[in-house]
């Protein structure tokens, strides 16, 4: 996600203004990107590769944020999440992530904003934003996005459906 142009922001209210009523304004904002990373921890099925139930894990958290089915001022439902996960063959339970979890939550948001990091800078209050479950975006025009998916996506197999664990 990256800021429009002030070029493109002018053509595009140019082409609006011919539908637009006398008395209506165009305002064309940036959102806000606030860049977060998702952290898991799963039991796996007796019989199942643990390190292949795994990638298909982060592979489904993948598509769940992919940026072409998120909108601007979208909440992030953590049980959504944990149900897309829940979906993968192999899966016998998602587990609270032991790490950077005070709350016990099964799925776990941070927020990455480090510009030297790459990030967009923007800080979010995760904790403030979060209710009954829910990840709300900021109130001014924002949107979650999973900046680098192959980093920022953690998850762990802490054991089997048996009790062994890793």
Same mark, same amino acid.
């Given at each position: 996600?990256?800021?429009?142009?002030?070029?493109?922001?002018?053509?595009?209210?140019?082409?609006?203004?011919?539908?637009?009523?006398?008395? &209506?304004?165009?305002?064309?904002?940036?959102?806000? *990107?606030? +860049?977060?990373?998702? !952290?898991? /921890? $799963?039991?796996?099925?007796?019989?199942?590769?643990?390190?292949?139930?795994?990638?298909?894990?982060?592979?489904?958290?993948?598509?769940?944020?992919?940026?072409?089915?998120?909108?601007?001022?979208?909440?992030?439902?953590?049980?959504?999440?944990?149900?897309?996960?829940?979906?993968? &063959?192999?899966?016998?339970?998602?587990?609270?992530? *032991?790490? +950077?979890?005070?709350? !016990?939550? /099964? $799925?776990?948001?941070?927020?990455?904003?480090?510009?030297?990091?790459?990030?967009?800078?923007?800080?979010?209050?995760?904790?403030?934003?979060?209710?009954?479950?829910?990840?709300?975006?900021?109130?001014?025009?924002?949107?979650?996005?999973?900046?680098?998916?192959?980093?920022?996506?953690?998850?762990?197999?802490?054991?089997?459906?048996?009790?062994?664990?890793?």
């Amino acid at each position: 996600l990256t800021p429009l142009s002030q070029t493109i922001k002018e053509n595009l209210k140019t082409y609006l203004s011919q539908f637009r009523l006398v008395t &209506d304004a165009i305002n064309i904002k940036d959102a806000y *990107v606030i +860049n977060v990373a998702v !952290n898991f /921890s $799963i039991l796996t099925k007796t019989g199942f590769n643990k390190n292949d139930v795994l990638l298909r894990c982060v592979s489904a958290v993948q598509d769940f944020f992919d940026i072409d089915r998120l909108q601007i001022g979208q909440p992030i439902i953590l049980s959504d999440i944990a149900y897309e996960i829940s979906l993968v &063959d192999g899966v016998a339970s998602i587990v609270p992530p *032991v790490e +950077n979890n005070p709350n !016990n939550l /099964s $799925i776990v948001v941070e927020n990455k904003y480090k510009l030297e990091e790459g990030y967009s800078g923007n800080f979010y209050d995760i904790s403030s934003g979060l209710i009954d479950g829910v990840l709300y975006p900021a109130l001014d025009p924002s949107i979650f996005e999973i900046k680098y998916p192959n980093s920022d996506i953690k998850g762990k197999v802490v054991g089997d459906n048996l009790g062994i664990t890793e």
